[in-house]
């Protein structure tokens, strides 16, 4: 059973800076890409960054790209979400999940964490 833990999530003001982490159990996750996805309130889930197997690829969505970067630390089972000049409409819940391959599509997420609210003051 492979279960991801979101950390790091916190109230912040625009334009600051915070730190996601997504601790992952079991011996494969160096096998696995992982992706952060987000949901704002009343709004669908929607694809962050993801990250290859081995941190050779990532891939962002529009909207945080050149702002948040995404990482990982295969000896500590853990991937990051580096996420800076904060806007309002970062504000979400963020959730991290593994795929077989670098993804933007939630269905090649088979396995997700219970989510970190980022809550982000204008």
């Known amino acids: 059973q492979v279960q991801l833990v979101e950390s790091g999530g916190g109230l912040v003001q625009a334009g600051g800076s915070l730190r996601l982490s997504c601790a992952a159990s079991?011996?494969?996750?160096?096998?696995?890409?992982m992706g952060w996805f987000r949901q704002a309130p009343g709004k669908e889930r929607e694809f962050v960054g993801a990250i290859s197997w081995s941190g050779s690829r990532t891939d962002y969505a529009d909207s945080v790209k050149g702002r948040f970067t995404i990482s990982r630390d295969n000896a500590k089972n853990t991937v990051y979400l580096q996420m800076n000049t904060l806007k309002s409409e970062d504000t979400a819940v963020y959730y991290c999940?593994?795929?077989?391959?670098?993804?933007?599509?939630?269905?090649?997420?088979?396995?997700w964490g219970q989510g970190t609210q980022v809550t982000v003051s204008s």
């Open positions: 079991g011996r494969t996750f160096s096998s696995y890409a």
């Open positions: 999940a593994r795929a077989d391959v670098v993804s933007r599509l939630m269905y090649d997420y088979n396995y």
